[in-house]
């Protein structure tokens, strides 16, 4: 199936560990995000990448660092978790620029961090 | 940066009943989507729609951009509607894609 998507689906965690997480898209798409979903549902962007290049890094801890080996690929890594990570991270892609809806985001099914 | 309210926050439902979601932001927009996030946590794509009108099936979508608002109207809704709609926008100068607080859907039988 054409899609975005993430492994794993659920991360528990002590604090203190590092983990990440993968995404993957077959889309074909230039861009890739990663989302942050707090406990009240709330949504906010913490990365973008084109091809491979970060073009948005928003007000992200420094622990957090994403990894892009090609641009079908843009991974999370989380060091020295905190229990306010946890969260539901959501991945997502857009197509390339000369696309007619080259802005229309599609997202992955997420991922569910507990930190305890 | 812009401001992206949605109106109502909760909503509740009887099987068979229409209601529309509103979506206010407070600058020029090249981009707006509705999203579906299920009771399991998958967000859907609904619509792309920056301006204009679309419609799927019992889903149907209106962004009037002159005027800053998107409005979304499910008609006969089923309790496999239920959830919570977001919009998100992203802006002319390119800021950031944005979410709205969402709304929350509950379809009852």
């Known amino acids: 199936d054409t899609a975005v998507s993430q492994t794993p689906k659920y991360l528990v965690t002590q604090m203190g560990n590092d983990k990440s997480i993968k995404c993957e898209q077959n889309l074909g798409h230039d861009t890739m995000y990663w989302y942050k979903q707090d406990s009240k549902k709330f949504l906010k962007i913490m990365f973008s990448y084109n091809n491979k290049e970060l073009i948005i890094n928003e007000t992200v801890p420094n622990r957090f660092s994403p990894k892009s080996p090609d641009k079908a690929h843009l991974n999370l890594h989380i060091n020295s978790l905190e229990l306010g990570d946890s969260a539901v991270y959501f991945c997502a892609s857009s197509p390339d620029i000369f696309s007619l809806a080259h802005n229309e985001q599609f997202f992955g099914p997420g991922t569910r961090l507990t930190v305890l | 940066g812009i401001q992206v309210e949605q109106s109502p926050p909760d909503l509740i439902l009887q099987e068979g009943a229409n209601s529309t979601l509103r979506c206010n932001f407070s600058d020029s927009v090249n981009n707006l989507q509705w999203f579906h996030q299920n009771p399991w946590g998958q967000l859907i794509n609904l619509f792309y729609i920056p301006s204009g009108t679309k419609q799927n099936g019992r889903l149907s979508a209106t962004t009037v951009a002159t005027e800053r608002y998107s409005l979304l109207y499910i008609s006969s809704s089923q309790t496999t509607d239920s959830g919570v709609y977001f919009c998100?926008?992203?802006?002319?100068?390119?800021?950031?894609?944005?979410f709205g607080p969402g709304t929350r859907l509950s379809v009852l039988p």
């Open positions: 998100a926008v992203e802006t002319n100068y390119g800021q950031n894609f944005v």
